[in-house]
């Protein structure tokens, strides 16, 4: 019995014991490593429902997020079996705010995407847009034509407690959109 036990305190010590290969935060050398490209340079956004100035439009973009660092990086999820990252849209001209950057309203959990040291991930993302209105005029914020940017945030970890998230976004290359006629 008593050999049980020892066995068992052994193997329960081990099980705990922290890995010699810590995550570390993502020094600006790591950050260049880092890609995020778009299939193109120019998409056309479709019509997809509403009126007057609910109309909403869609387009799909195809991402290669490459981790090019010695170390997993991991991009949060929405829900824990959701395909693809949380992302953000970003318009060039920092003053405006995209109208196609979506609003997210996700749980929590501990179950992101993981991207290997070296490794590139392909997603389709079904971006639509506008995603808000002012209350008061029904217009939407921010613009649908223009040049925009592709986000994603990476972490050094999988943790959802601030183990190092980076301080900004992985930004892609400039995209333009147009409203298709």
Not at 75 to 96: E, F, K, Q
Not at 127 to 148: K, M, S, V
Request: charged content about 20%; glycine content about 10%; hydrophobic content about 35%.
């Amino acid at each position: 019995m008593r050999s049980h036990l020892a066995g068992l305190l052994l193997l329960a010590s081990a099980a705990c014991e922290t890995p010699t290969a810590e995550p570390h935060g993502l020094t600006v050398e790591d950050r260049r490593d880092l890609t995020l490209r778009t299939d193109r340079n120019l998409y056309e956004a479709t019509f997809s429902g509403g009126e007057g100035t609910y109309r909403t439009y869609v387009l799909t973009v195809v991402a290669r997020f490459s981790n090019g660092t010695d170390q997993p990086l991991y991009l949060s999820r929405c829900y824990p079996a959701t395909s693809y990252p949380i992302y953000g849209v970003v318009a060039t001209n920092a003053d405006l705010e995209a109208g196609y950057n979506p609003v997210w309203a996700c749980v929590g959990h501990d179950h992101p995407i993981v991207v290997g040291s070296g490794e590139t991930r392909v997603d389709s993302l079904r971006i639509t847009g506008p995603n808000a209105w002012d209350g008061y005029t029904n217009e939407p914020f921010g613009p649908l034509t223009g040049r925009f940017r592709l986000s994603y945030p990476v972490a050094t970890c999988p943790g959802v407690d601030g183990c190092g998230v980076l301080s900004s976004s992985v930004e892609s290359n400039e995209f333009e959109v147009r409203l298709k006629p």
